[in-house]
Nanobody
Framework: QAQLVESGRGLVHPAASLILPCAPS????????RGWYRQAPGKERELVAS???????NYADSVKVRFTIPRDNAKNTVSLQMNSLKPEETAVYYC????????????WGQGTQVTVSS
């Protein structure tokens, strides 16, 4: 079964930058959107950023301007570029791919820990 593989976990200082790449382990067909979510301790998983196959971008209000979601079609990767990180953004970050022509199937990565602390 295909899954998504994330990399780039880390411990960074406040205001630092970090990039999290994500690629599928096997081909996934009919993907219409890829994105990144995060889940902080004691909180629900939330959308951080997403990009549709048509290039439509969607960002959480709290990360607009600071985060981007670059896509490399040649490598089939979608990354999360995070700048000016804040301590409250410490969370497990999950890569996601939504696929399907009728019934939507969500694929998830295993999650990667990002800790922002001085």
């Amino acid at each position: 079964q295909a899954q998504l593989v994330e990399s780039g976990r880390g411990l960074v200082h406040p205001a630092a930058s970090l990039i999290l790449p994500c690629a599928p382990s096997l081909s996934i067909f009919s993907i219409f959107e890829r994105g990144w979510y995060r889940q902080a301790p004691g909180k629900e998983r939330e959308l951080v950023a997403s990009i549709s196959t048509g290039g439509r971008l969607n960002y959480a209000d709290s990360v607009k301007v600071r985060f981007t979601i670059p896509r490399d079609n040649a490598k089939n990767t979608v990354s999360l570029q995070m700048n000016s990180l804040k301590p409250e953004e410490t969370a497990v970050y999950y890569c996601n791919a939504a696929a399907g022509l009728g019934i939507v199937v969500n694929y998830w990565g295993q999650g990667t820990q990002v800790t922002v602390s001085s």
